[in-house]
């Protein structure tokens, strides 16, 4: 199966917080760019994230993996409705991009990112290689906001946007002058891959806030609103993308995507 978690929009304006020097053990691997970077490491066998954005030679927090996941922001949910357990086997840069390998039981994840023409856009691939048969209800990343949401935007009432609304496919948190989005790759997502499965903008304002993308069954639970569907799953594999676009403060937008 195979998750294409496409680009990152760190949106970063003005304050930094500085990490204490010598605090924390240096990460296993970090990908950097000038606007935004990636810290992975791993703790007791788990997949760390760090999404940073760069300001004045300073660097500050946007977004971590969510927590509560075996795998880091990858979230594999089988069938009957429990994660999967997931183990990290390595962490490595290789051609300009940060690689990821995770062991999902006898299956392979294999997780890309790499920063686009040196940010501030990070392209995100997920691959989930199975062995064997694999029987799926949900893939999808959850990120975590790292500060509280001073304001929020879902195109959705509930934060849960299944893609035939993708008239406006943004999921946004901002505090201050910090913010982080996610808009999806529809360059990616096809017709083919739709019919086989829902995918899905989540945003969870209370959980974190927490932004989540990627397949996830849904249901209609009133006129116009669709919430996930639990009963359902993923029937093979498929494919999925998401943004992320960061900002200046005076508002210039530096990406050739505004989702």
Not at 183 to 200: F, I, S, T, W, Y
Not at 248 to 255: N, Q
């Amino acid at each position: 199966m195979r998750l294409a978690l496409l680009l990152v929009c760190l949106i970063f304006f003005a304050r930094v917080v500085q990490r204490a020097a010598g605090a924390e053990a240096p990460p296993l691997a970090v990908l950097r760019g000038e606007k935004v970077m990636v810290e992975a490491e791993a703790r007791d066998g788990r997949l760390c994230e760090r999404y940073l954005a760069s300001r004045d030679g300073e660097w500050v927090e946007v977004a971590t993996a969510a927590p509560g996941g075996p795998m880091g922001p990858v979230f594999v949910i089988a069938a009957g409705g429990a994660p999967l357990p997931g183990t990290l086997r390595t962490v490595s840069l290789s051609g300009g991009a940060l690689v990821e390998e995770l062991a999902v039981g006898e299956h392979r994840i294999i997780r890309q990112l790499k920063i686009v023409d040196n940010g501030p856009w990070i392209r995100v691939v997920t691959r989930l290689e199975p062995s064997g048969r694999a029987s799926l209800h949900q893939l999808a990343d959850h990120l975590k906001f790292s500060h509280r949401a001073d304001w929020s935007f879902s195109p959705s009432v509930g934060g849960f946007n299944l893609d035939a609304q993708y008239k406006a496919p943004l999921v946004l948190v901002q505090a201050d002058r910090v913010a982080l989005g996610i808009v999806p790759d529809l360059a990616v997502l096809g017709r083919e891959e739709l019919k086989r499965c829902n995918h899905v903008l989540d945003l969870d304002v209370p959980g974190g806030p927490v932004l989540g993308v990627g397949f996830m069954p849904a249901r209609l639970a009133s006129h116009s609103v669709y919430a996930l569907d639990a009963a359902r799953h993923l029937p093979r594999p498929i494919l999925a993308t998401y943004n992320r676009r960061w900002m200046k403060g005076d508002g210039t937008c530096h990406s050739t995507v505004c989702g």
